[in-house]
């Protein structure tokens, strides 16, 4: 949107591979979790249940790169973090089937509506992967379900650690032997985007207001920092001339 | 093509994901090595060079396995093993781009003729995937060109173990949260089928009589060991009710 020609120009001409952060920049967690409590369990606020989910996702990652904890796969994260919120949204009494199943709504998130399309418009210049920090089985179930056409599917299970460690960031540079300014990073989280900037990624923000809900609509001004700004996947492809 | 209805319905019902063998079974490498060396070095015996060339990977990965060598990509060994043949072939005087230009040979192979759509048929009921010893960018770089549907692209570099490993046909099942009956190796090698039913996955084994040239047709005889057995990627699909 706001970027200038010459920007996405030099990114047209160098970058290879585009690396889509996933939960909030390519689907709509917020949304879809509050969707199916509705379905599930009408009587409770889905908005705070999908809020608190999400709330316990960064401590939890934080403690298994203390090393508190052995590595674990985010389906086993989100897991113990919906253990440990059902009983505050009166769902204690929940089975080991309705947890499971309730558990793999991160599996089945909607994309945005832009998303489908602006993916297939970007892979036919680029090579477009996942990167995020979902596991490879979770990643892989939603894009089969929304339709997301990856080249790839790159996780930090693939390199053992979380965004933002470098070690994730490099790693799509390796795996595809690419300088990783030949890599650019797109994703809706300015702290993701500066991580991927220091190893020498270029970033390209996409806005996502309702990323936490309508109610709570989120600044989207440019940050001098990423080279390129979009509104969504569909105007990201539209700058790159796909 | 030989099995009976009862093990293909079986299969249709307990499985989720079909795990493709790649070089030989879902992409000619002999075939698109000898067009290539054609191309580019007709005076060469582009049938012998393919030949060599593949003769060299099973010893390089050997050695890996043994820890001779630390962990090495494909492209590393085809690259290797590349450098010593040359002089065999007459062309000890090519530069470095061209040697990394034809080393890359090995991400354009063509698929067989009946490779997509087997691919897309089989993908409307199951997670297709692969499950090689080429690296991910290898297999990407080649399923872009090519048009290979892959809703995952699985490698022995995301287990760091090479095929016949147990490490990789237990490492898919654990991947997608699945038994290893739920898995099915697809594939031209009975070495590789065998290893894969001793984990547990269910196999499929594909004809590819061509795989070491049209001089060379390849055994094709059904084995007992294997679940179901398929003339191609589109025999199966038809096998398997997609």
Redesign the interface.
């Given at each position: 949107m706001t970027s200038t020609a010459g920007t996405a120009d030099s990114i047209a001409s160098t970058v290879k591979v585009l690396a889509f952060d996933i939960f909030g920049t390519v689907v709509d967690w917020h949304g879809s979790i509050e969707r199916e409590m509705q379905a599930l369990y009408p009587a409770v606020d889905g908005d705070a249940f999908a809020l608190a989910w999400r709330a316990g996702y960064q401590p939890a990652m934080a403690r298994v790169m203390r090393g508190e904890q052995g590595w674990t796969l985010i389906?086993d994260l989100h897991r113990s973090i919906l253990d440990e919120i059902l009983p505050r949204f009166g769902l204690a009494h929940l089975s080991e089937v309705e947890r499971r199943h309730l558990n793999r709504v991160w599996h089945r998130l909607d994309a945005w509506p832009d998303s489908v399309e602006g993916l297939k418009r970007l892979k036919t210049r680029f090579?477009i992967?996942t990167l995020s920090n979902g596991?490879?089985?979770l990643?892989?179930?939603m894009?089969?379900r929304a339709g997301l056409p990856w080249?790839?599917?790159?996780s930090a299970?693939?390199f053992r650690a979380y965004k933002p460690d470098p070690a994730t960031y490099l790693g799509v540079a390796r795996?595809?032997?690419a300088a990783p300014s030949q890599v650019a990073l797109v994703a809706t989280h300015h702290d993701d985007l500066a991580a991927a900037r220091g190893c020498g990624l270029r970033t390209a923000y996409i806005e996502r207001p309702h990323e936490l809900g309508a109610a709570r609509p989120k600044d989207g001004a440019p940050q001098p920092g990423n080279d390129l700004h979009a509104t969504d996947l569909i105007d990201l492809a539209r700058m790159l001339g796909c």
């Open positions: 389906d090579i992967t596991n490879i089985g990643l892989t179930h894009a089969k080249d790839c599917v790159l299970e693939v795996v595809f032997d």
